[in-house]
Structure formats: C-alpha cells, structure tokens
C-alpha cells in the first residue's frame, strides 16, 4: 500500500506527542495522512470528539483507514463504533500477527485505536504495517457477516447529525 491509501488520525491529550511520531512514520512509508486534531497539546482534550471526527471521515472515504490513539484504545473504539460505517478494533500492545490481520481479512476493520500507555513505538510501526497492508477476504461467510452488522445499523442508527461541542 502506500499513496492511494489515505489514513486520518486523531489523539486526546494523552495520545497527542505519540499521534506526531505516527503522523511521520506513515508520512515517509508514503500514505496519505490527514491530522483530525487536536493541533496542539491541551491537557483537557477528551478522545470522543477526536475519535467521532477520524470515525466520520473514515465512513464518509470508503477505501481509508482510521488511528486513534489516546491513553488505552479502548474508549476510543467504542466511540468510533458509534459512527455507522465503522469497524473499530483495539490493539493492545504486543504484536500478534494473527489477531491483527484477521481484523481486516474477517471483519474488515477501518480504524484502529490503542493506548500510548501500552503499545511501545516499535511496536506500533510493525502492527499498523500489518493492518493497513492486510486485504479484506471477502467471501459469503465475511460478506454476510458484514451486510448483517450493515443492515442492523440502517434499521437502528438514529442518523442525528453531530457537531463538536469544542
């Protein structure tokens, strides 16, 4: 993959120095990469609204990826899960091969969130090259799958429009 993939990134507070290291390292390995915020560090900056903004931009671009990173990832997945759409998923630290690609060959995951407390550097780099290079498989089994989780948020997503409060 590489300058056809766009991936937007946000952090919280606690996320933010991490978020520019990550910025970088997928700048110079050539993705297209779009800073959700914040843009500068503000002890008081809650990962909802970041992790809303890099969802809404990942549901509205189809073939683009999602990071959030605040202080666990957990959180932050459950808000972008929030947006229809979305697929979010938590990496926690060290890398298992497997349980990172089959989020994107079964379930095809868009966003990916984890915790500045808990996922060394190096270890960021080696998982999110595995994630964002890592296909969907398709096939009926993932497909129905998918159009089921897709058909229960036609019948159930509100469809509110929402707007920071910041």
Same mark, same amino acid.
């Given at each position: 993959?590489?300058?056809?993939?766009?991936?937007?990134?946000?952090?919280?507070?606690?996320? !933010?120095?991490?978020?520019?290291?990550?910025?970088? &390292?997928?700048?110079?390995?050539?993705?297209?990469?779009?800073?959700?915020?914040?843009?500068?560090?503000?002890?008081?900056?809650?990962?909802?609204?970041?992790?809303?903004?890099?969802?809404?931009?990942?549901?509205? =671009?189809? =073939?683009?990826?999602?990071?959030?990173?605040?202080?666990?990832?957990?959180?932050?997945?459950?808000?972008? =899960?929030?947006?229809?759409?979305?697929?979010?998923?938590?990496?926690?630290?060290?890398? %298992?091969?497997?349980?990172?690609?089959?989020?994107?060959?079964? *379930? %095809?995951? %868009?966003?990916?969130? &984890?915790?500045?407390?808990?996922?060394?550097?190096? *270890?960021?780099?080696?998982?999110?090259?595995?994630?964002? %290079?890592?296909? !969907?498989?398709?096939?009926?089994?993932?497909?129905?799958?998918?159009?089921?989780?897709?058909?229960?948020?036609?019948?159930?997503?509100?469809?509110?429009?929402?707007?920071?409060?910041?």
């Amino acid at each position: 993959m590489g300058k056809e993939v766009k991936v937007f990134i946000g952090s919280d507070h606690a996320g !933010f120095e991490y978020k520019q290291k990550i910025i970088k &390292f997928l700048g110079k390995s050539g993705y297209l990469v779009k800073d959700m915020g914040p843009y500068e560090y503000d002890p008081k900056d809650d990962y909802p609204i970041y992790s809303f903004s890099v969802a809404k931009e990942v549901a509205k =671009n189809k =073939n683009s990826f999602g990071i959030i990173i605040a202080r666990t990832g957990i959180g932050e997945a459950v808000a972008a =899960n929030k947006v229809k759409g979305v697929r979010a998923v938590s990496f926690l630290g060290k890398v %298992n091969k497997k349980f990172i690609e089959m989020s994107r060959i079964h *379930d %095809n995951a %868009n966003v990916l969130a &984890f915790g500045s407390d808990f996922v060394h550097f190096k *270890d960021a780099k080696r998982a999110l090259y595995i994630w964002l %290079n890592t296909k !969907f498989l398709g096939g009926k089994r993932h497909l129905r799958r998918l159009g089921e989780i897709e058909e229960f948020e036609k019948k159930n997503w509100k469809g509110k429009k929402w707007k920071p409060q910041k």
